[in-house]
Structures are given as C-alpha cells and as structure tokens.
C-alpha cells in the first residue's frame, strides 16, 4: 500500500488530452480504465529526437501483474539511466481492452508515449512462465507484428526475450530474433549498443544478429538447426553462420556492483503484489531437485546489508510505499539476516514502514529471528515442506525434517502466531498414496502443537492452510528427465488428500490439473510447437494462466488436429543420455551433476546446501572459482 498518492496530477490530465479520440472510446468502454493509461508516479519521459534507441518492455500478463515484476523495475532504471535510450512499458490488454482495441483498429502501444510498438527499436518480452506463450502473441498480433521472426522485414523491431523460461527457449524460438540467457543487467545493455552501432553503420538485421550471437547469453534461434529422430526425439541442434556451439549464460559476479533501484513506477490501481520490493541475494544454496529457480539463477550471491538498508529507506521515501519487501529465493538464508533487519528496524517504525520476508525456512528460522519478524507483522507464516513425509522430502532434497517443522511452528505460536500457510506439491517423482496422506497428517500433527503450546495466545484457534500444486518437471533441474503424472492419476491424488483431512482447522486447495498439463508440454517442448502456439491463438486460447479464460478442450483439439502426442512431451521418461531441446544452453549446472542428482533422488539420498559443502554442480565456473570457503 501507499501513503498518499493525491489527486491527478497536471502532467496526466494533458496526457489524457493528447488521446486518440478512438483510445478515449475503447477506455470509456473497459472495466479498469487506468491499466491503459500511463502517466503514474515514477514514469520517465523523454524527447525522442534525441534518442538512439527506443526499447518497449512487454509483460504478457495483465497491468497488475506486470507491475508486481522485480525484474521490469530494474531494467526500467537502469536502461533510463542513459540519456540516448527509452525504455516505456507494455502489458497484456485484459479481454475487455483487446476487443476494444480489435474493433476499433488501435494497434498496442507503450504506456508512456502511446506510440505503437512497429515504432519501436527493440521490443522485449518476459518469459515468466508458459501458460503466457499466448500471450505474446496476442500482444504481437495487437501490435500488427508477424509472429515469426522470418517474416519480418527490416523495418520491423527486433523482438527479444528473457526471463526464466528461456531456459527451454525452443517452443517460442521461431518468433524471437534474438533470446537472452541469464541477468539481463549485464546483457542487455551490450545487446542496446551492438544494435545502435549497427544501425549506424547500416547493417542488415542479420548483420547485426551475427554481431549480436557473440555476446555473452545472447542466443539467436535463427543461426541454429535443429534435427529429429524418426520417433520424434531431438537428434542434433547445430549451429551455423559463426554462432557458438553452446551459449553460456550472463551473470553478475559481484550483486553489490549493480546498484539497487531507488524509485519505481507507482501504480494508480492496486497491483497484485503493491510494495517496495528490495532483491536481498540472487540464486540459492537449497539444491531442490523440482525447483528451476534454484538451479539457473545458480550460484548464491548476496548484497550487503548495509547497501540493502539504505536502498530501501531511499525507495520508500520516493515512492511513499509504507511496505517493503525482502525479496529473493530464499531470503533466510542471506548471512547477514538479522544484521539487515536490526538496521532496517532502526528506520521503518518511525516511518510506519512494514516489512513483509518471503521465502523463510523451516531449518533456520531462529527463536532470534522470530522476534524480529513478530515485530514486523504478525499476520501468518508461510513455509514450503513440499512433500508429506520424510523420505519423499529426502527424494526431492527438501533437507527439512519433521522436528524442523515442529520445533519452527512451536516458536512460531509461542510468538503469537495463529495462521500458518503450507505449500506441498502432488505428482513428485516416486510418489505413493501413503506420501500424499503425509500431507494431511502434517497438517494435523501441526494444529495439534499449537493447541499444546502453553505460550499460545489465548482465546483464539489455529488455522493451518495447505496449497498443492501439481508438480511440473522443468529443464535444468534434476528432474527433468521425469515424466509427469498423467491427468488422471493427478486428480486421484487431489480427491485422496481431501479425503484424508478430517480436521475443520485445516483447509485445501490445489491447482488444476489440466493447466499444470499444459505447462509441462511447454517446459520440455521443442521448435515444432510453435505452430501449436500459433494455431491455439487463432482459435481464441490467450491468458492461459486464468481459470476464467483456459480453453482445454480447444488444446486438446489443436493437438489432435496437427497430430501432436501431449504425452511426448509431458508424460515421457527422459534418457539420462538424450539430446534435449535445451542441450544447446548452458546455465552453468552441467548435464552430469543433474543425473547424479537424479540418481540419488531414486536412492532418497540428499545433498547439503551449497553452503555447508561443495556438490560440484558446476556453477563456480561462471565466477571464476569457487562459490563458497569452506574452511
């Protein structure tokens, strides 16, 4: 939430002045006007005659989305830091606003200027996640941009991507000139400069491309072919025309040389997540074998909290945020924790600043860091075991015990906590229905300590919340040679849990099995699925990620009628051996770490954190040594 934000200011009424009379039109005819105009606290502006390069940053999800994204503030801030480049922003129209914007033949445009994206340099997309694939190309298509990147003349922006799932950049590969491995604070302005100076120098899209391949991350799909057996596996991916063999991921060696950012774009209707967001570290030392993150963000790296402390005292008080957040993928685990909230605590009560900590742990959170939080909120807690019983939590290398979950929910009552919230997964790899009662046993044995605990509050009842997700097996990670749990064994499972929860101080909810289906066939998908992607949009699949909006059953169809077995892709088993759509990328874990990880995963033997001891998965390369001293 914000403190103040006043009335309209004078610069947003002149902007609302210089609308189209058919944009005045479309939003007087949308639910939530405001995702559409612009003009908020934060914006930059600048006179174009004296830019080299206009880069539109697209999020293919709603505003409220979009506006919640780290990642979207920093390169906002750092691209608008140089004078000869202007960075604007780009959100998904709801289906409202796209209708509007079809009938009325508005084509997308930016927030800032309102100027269509054709008129722009470079036009960037995230890759958060793979039920946005559509997305793109409706964003594309809104913005009268052919999908395929052999399609486009030379007058067309260059289309990028980054973001996570560039990982397995293969379904999307056809439509993109260029993708982008790894942290685009380091990448992304090299790529900005490369096309500058080629343009300047009159350079052909290709020309530049080849310039382009060489920097470090940068992957251009085009300079690369990509062969098939005859049983539809990946036979060879080849590279042509100078590209490299493999291309290496970007990364930032030192997180305390990038500067945080100190001011972002306030939204003018709620975002999903509306806060100061601080990045506390990058990567993690867990080592869970379903988690991507925790693979290709590799290896940890931390700011220093005194760095930390100033950049969000200096963040709130431009924004008027009265909420911060301590973000990262596993916050707890930053080495100077509690000394970064001691400094924080010094500041935020007499600013009636809160703090919210994702991403806390089960095996560190302390009596000492209980204190802390308690002075922060005292809302609910979160934590993730993901699995229900030891030896599955063994499997996926959780390294949480039962005592750690017990001995943290004890500290956590004593504290005056009434609310925990679990996260668990269903369709883990080895799986049985004694694993999924786990869950519910769990829970229970969890609402029983706090009616134990004499330090509880008194008067008040517990509330233990269990979210299941459908475990999705992901590129880069141990598990990616799995197959994942058809459709149907899935809902079995989710009827089972709920039947063996037999407390009303326990609640469930879980995904849907069919979206998490569609996801798995993306992550592990190959180039051919593009024509998938382009055929379920022609027949009105967009904002896959909306119960509201999914069409399965048109999926399905598309599927059927281009002759593409979903199991493929979803259900099938992996050779440790193969030649995946993604061995052509290197996020520095090699191939062979992920197979022994995957073979002790079958032994339920684990692996410590990166922290406690070196597992040789590769990652110290990109730092030039080793992550961690160990003496």
């Known amino acids: 939430m914000v403190k103040q934000r006043g009335g309209i200011s004078p610069k947003r009424e002149r902007m609302f002045e210089r609308l189209d009379e058919k944009l005045k039109a479309a939003l007087a005819a949308v639910q939530k006007p405001g995702r559409y105009t612009g003009g908020e606290p934060g914006c930059v502006y600048k ?36 004078d000869n480049i202007w960075c604007e922003r780009v959100f998904m129209p709801w289906v409202d606003m796209k209708e509007q914007m079809q009938q009325r033949d508005i084509p997308l445009y930016a927030l800032e200027s ?34 395929y990147a052999k399609d486009r003349g030379e007058d067309a ?54 310039r382009l391949c060489h920097i470090e991350g940068v992957y251009v799909p085009a300079f690369y072919d990509v062969s098939y057996r005859p049983d539809g596996r990946v036979e060879a991916i080849t590279a042509k025309e100078g590209a490299p063999a493999v291309v290496r991921k970007a990364i930032i060696q030192d997180m305390n040389s990038q500067p945080l950012p100190e001011n972002f774009v306030v ?54 945020y009265d909420e911060i957040s301590l973000t990262s993928l596993s916050t707890s685990d930053h080495s100077q924790l509690e000394t970064l ?32 939080t308690t002075k922060v909120r005292k809302s609910g807690l979160t934590f993730a075991p993901e699995a229900g019983t030891q030896r599955l939590r063994d499997v996926i290398n959780k390294n949480v015990t039962e005592e750690e979950i017990e001995r943290t929910c004890n500290l956590a009552f004593s504290a005056g906590y009434t609310s925990v919230k679990l996260y668990f997964m269903l369709g883990l790899p080895t799986e049985t229905m004694e694993d999924v009662e786990g869950i519910a046993d769990t829970a229970q044995r969890i609402v029983d300590l706090y009616y134990k605990n004499e330090n509880k509050p008194k008067g008040r009842g517990v509330q233990v919340s269990i979210s299941v997700a459908c475990f999705v097996p992901k590129p880069m990670t141990p598990f990616q040679f799995v197959g994942q749990n058809t459709e149907d064994e899935l809902r079995e499972k989710q009827q089972h849990l709920l039947r063996s929860v037999k407390s009303r101080k326990i609640s469930v909810s879980y995904h849907d099995s069919h979206t998490s289906f569609l996801e798995a066939v993306f992550a592990k998908g190959d180039r051919r699925l593009s024509r998938v992607l382009v055929e379920a949009y022609r027949r009105g699949c967009c904002f896959d990620g909306w119960d509201e909006q999914f069409r399965y059953d048109t999926w399905l169809e598309v599927f059927r009628d281009l002759g593409f077995d979903t199991a493929f892709y979803a259900n099938r088993t992996i050779g440790l051996d193969e030649v995946t759509p993604w061995s052509h990328l290197d996020y520095g874990v090699s191939r062979e770490y992920l197979v022994r990880e995957y073979q002790k995963a079958l032994g339920a033997q684990t692996t410590p954190p990166c922290n406690r001891a070196c597992s040789g998965c590769g990652a110290n390369k990109l730092l030039g040594g080793a992550c961690f001293d160990y003496d």
């Open 157 to 210: 922006p260059f289309i990028v991507a980054g973001g996570p799932c560039v990982c397995n950049a293969e379904p999307l590969a056809d439509f993109f000139d260029l993708m982008m491995l790894g942290e685009g604070e380091v990448q992304l302005p090299d790529v900005c400069d490369t096309i500058i100076q080629g343009r300047r120098e009159g350079l052909t899209k290709r020309e530049i491309l080849k």
């Open 47 to 82: 006179e174009k005659e004296k830019l080299d390069l206009r880069f539109a940053f697209c999020f293919p999800d709603t505003y409220e989305v979009g506006m919640s994204f780290l990642g979207m503030k920093i390169l906002y801030e750092i691209l608008n830091k140089r």
């Open 341 to 372: 909230l001691d400094d924080m605590l010094e500041w935020t009560p007499k600013e009636h600043v809160s703090m919210s900590l994702p991403s806390l742990r089960i095996d560190n959170f302390s009596e000492s860091l209980v204190r802390k």
């Open 114 to 147: 309102k100027d269509p994206l054709g008129m722009f340099d470079v036009v960037g997309f995230t890759l958060q996640y793979e039920l946005s694939y559509t997305n793109i190309l409706a964003m594309l298509d809104l913005a009268h941009i052919p999908f």
């Open 267 to 320: 939204p003018m209707i709620g975002a999903v997540h509306d806060r100061a967001q601080i990045e506390v570290l990058r990567g993690c030392v867990r080592g869970c074998r379903f988690c991507q993150a925790g693979f290709i963000y590799r290896p940890m790296r931390e700011r220093d909290a005194d760095m930390l402390s100033k950049a969000g005292r200096s963040l709130c008080g431009n924004t008027g």
